[in-house]
């Protein structure tokens, strides 16, 4: 099984700071067709998870231009160029690559 | 309105059996694979399960294999999950979450609000 590693755990970032968070996985998840299946998610206080970036670098719709996704093979990074309030919640990396699909531990973000 | 609604969560002690469902609507759901996610209290994301847009075909995390079964039903628009022998690490929101494309990439672009599954005596 593919085992997901996030770092940091806990992201304390001034608002209009950049942020990142480095998703590592225990195999190689680059797809025969050339796409990394690694996968974005934050999960804002009391609501579901809502994706962010899939295969490692495409935004989903609706996502501000401010998140972006990059990394190949086995390391990732999600990136936010400025960080705004409503950007509070936890992110969790994920690779679809092989069942069971597994998920990162989680990152922290708050606001100081 | 595109959405998933779960239901099904409820108390049922250690042992029992409970089916949570999740209604799809607004969009074509027989084109989608359809994944469960679990989150225990205060914890992180669990992938699992998953089944193919066509039902066919049917994944699970190792550790509930043999007690969990998913399923679904493309005339309803509805996917199922058959937990039997629940034990108290089963205690977790329970979400459904549509896959973006017509197979697996864990690309989860739609998710539901979620049902409560409590596994206690």
């Known amino acids: 099984d593919i085992v997901m590693t996030q770092s940091p755990l806990s992201l304390p970032v001034t608002p209009g700071e950049p942020a990142s968070i480095s998703c590592r996985s225990s195999?190689?998840?680059?797809?025969?067709?050339?796409?990394?299946?690694l996968n974005w998610y934050l999960q804002k206080p009391g609501q579901s998870p809502q994706l962010l970036i899939y295969?490692?670098?495409i935004r989903a719709s609706g996502v501000p231009d401010r998140f972006s996704g990059s990394g190949s093979g086995t390391d990732f990074i999600l990136k936010i160029s400025r960080v705004e309030a409503e950007d509070v919640g936890v992110y969790y990396c994920?690779?679809?690559?092989?069942?069971?699909?597994?998920f990162g531990q989680g990152t922290k973000l708050e606001i100081k | 309105q595109v959405q998933l609604v779960e239901s099904g969560g409820s108390v049922v002690q250690p042992g029992r059996s409970l089916r949570l469902s999740c209604a799809a609507s607004?969009?074509?759901?027989?084109?989608?694979?359809v994944h469960w996610v679990r989150q225990a209290p205060g914890k992180g994301l669990e992938w699992v399960a998953v089944?193919?847009?066509?039902?066919?075909?049917?994944y699970y995390v190792d550790s509930v294999k043999g007690r969990f079964s998913i399923s679904r039903d493309n005339s309803k628009n509805t996917l199922y999950l058959q937990m039997n022998s629940l034990r108290d690490e089963d205690t977790s929101v329970y979400y459904c979450?549509?896959?973006?494309?017509?197979?697996?990439?864990?690309?989860?672009?739609?998710w539901g609000q979620g049902t409560l599954v409590t596994v206690s005596s």
């Open positions: 979450a549509r896959d973006r494309t017509n197979t697996y990439s864990g690309a989860l672009d739609l």
């Open positions: 607004g969009f074509t759901f027989s084109s989608h694979p």
């Open positions: 089944i193919s847009f066509d039902g066919s075909n049917q």
């Open positions: 195999q190689s998840l680059l797809h025969s067709n050339a796409y990394n299946y």
């Open positions: 295969l490692g670098s």
């Open positions: 994920m690779q679809g690559l092989q069942t069971p699909c597994s």
